[in-house]
């Protein structure tokens, strides 16, 4: 499993755009990298997924470089209801899929 | 969009009672999970359940864990004795598959105070 490493937090305004970085330079070559949302007292809420380059949902972007050792989450023009704690993972654990979670990157946006 | 329901939303409990947290899947999946997270930290893996048998625990899930899916629905988590270090947010999740593209969906969780 990919040690990941994300900021912890993260301030933004809205209408900003938004990008989280996170770093995996152990990540494997079968290995995904998923991003999860949670919100306060919620379950987490699975964002966007990529293998490499740029994948793009209505919800969010995320940018992968060729070597795969880091990714960056891009959420456009941020919201007041965007302010969540994001989660990256990466090389999920295979065989019964278990999400290990870290700490996150809380982010706030303000008015 | 279909979801994962569980209840209650927050259970009361005395320490050493025992308690079950009830979770209903999203119909077609076939793999479920709970997890757990105590106030202010990390969202916490306690076990997969495939097949009607537990396809992985943590250290977490000890004996006084138990997981059933009693019918064609409902997927439960017990806690035969409950302590107080037990208090915290429960998660069930569900998803299609088990390949890294399949997505787990949560549910709203169930706040769990030992007392």
């Known amino acids: 499993l990919a040690k990941t490493t994300q900021p912890i937090s993260m301030d933004s305004y809205e209408g900003q755009e938004v990008n989280i970085t996170c770093s995996h330079n152990n990540i494997a070559t079968n290995d995904y990298i998923t991003w999860y949302q949670q919100f306060p007292s919620q379950g987490p809420r699975f964002i966007i997924q990529g293998y490499k380059t740029k994948v793009t949902n209505e919800v969010a972007s995320l940018f992968i470089p060729a070597d795969r050792k880091s990714s960056t989450l891009s959420l456009p023009r941020v919201s007041l209801s965007d302010t969540a704690v994001y989660y990256c993972l990466v090389g999920l654990s295979g065989g019964y899929n278990k999400l290990i979670f870290g700490a996150g990157t809380r982010l706030a946006v303000h008015p | ?115």
């Open chain 2, 1 to 115: 969009e279909p979801e994962v329901t569980q209840t209650p939303s927050h259970q009361v409990t005395q320490m050493g009672q025992e308690v079950i947290l009830r979770c209903v899947p999203i119909s077609n999946h076939l793999y479920f999970y709970w997890y757990r997270q105590i106030l202010g930290q990390k969202v916490e893996f306690l076990v997969s359940f495939y097949n009607n048998e537990i396809s992985e625990k943590s250290e977490i899930f000890d004996d006084q864990f138990s997981v059933e899916r009693p019918d064609g629905s409902n997927f439960t988590l017990k806690i035969r004795s409950t302590k107080l270090e037990d208090s915290a947010m429960y998660f069930c999740a569900s998803s299609w598959g088990t390949l890294d593209e399949y997505e787990q969906y949560f549910g709203p969780g169930t706040r769990l105070t030992v007392t």
